[in-house]
């Protein structure tokens, strides 16, 4: 604190600088494999589908996700482009949790809510927060 040393003498207090809000950072998954299902691109993740993988059930839409840099998480200006060995992100406002969840094969499938046409898909993750940032 410092005085005003005019001719006024009021105790002036400096305004605290605001702290930087920190970001979550979205969790990178690798792409690895895509293919035209159902009249839309679907993305396979391995992880997130160990065994018994199905297209209809366990394939991601690819409109429900962003394709990023796996240096620093940042967006990439071709969002088109999908190929094996690529990192996507999901995109959240296009994903919910819809509570529901399975053990199958050994794994705990959770069904997850994608906006339309997606609909729902099984992925071995425990909940949308997990999901998001891993």
């Known amino acids: 604190m410092y005085r005003y040393t005019g001719s006024d003498s009021k105790l002036v207090t400096p ?3 605001p702290k930087p809000v920190p970001t979550k950072r979205r969790y990178g998954y690798r792409v690895d494999d895509v293919q035209f299902i159902n009249d839309m691109w679907k993305i396979r993740r391995n992880s997130l589908a160990p065994v018994g993988f199905d297209w209809t ?3 991601i839409n690819a409109t429900d996700v962003d394709m990023i840099d ?3 998480g940042a967006m990439l200006a071709d969002q088109e482009m999908i ?3 690529m990192y996507f992100a999901f995109n959240e406002a296009r ?3 819809t509570g529901q969840a399975v053990n199958d094969h050994g794994h705990n499938y959770r069904k997850f809510n994608f906006t ?5 898909v099984w992925l071995v993750r425990g909940s949308k927060q997990q999901l998001m940032y891993g």
Not at 116 to 120: A, H, L, R, V
């Open 116 to 120: 339309q046409p997606t609909g729902e």
């Open 70 to 72: 796996p240096g620093n």
């Open 95 to 97: 994903v919910s949790d």
């Open 57 to 59: 059930d366990n394939g």
């Open 15 to 17: 305004a605290p600088k």
């Open 83 to 85: 190929r094996p060995g």
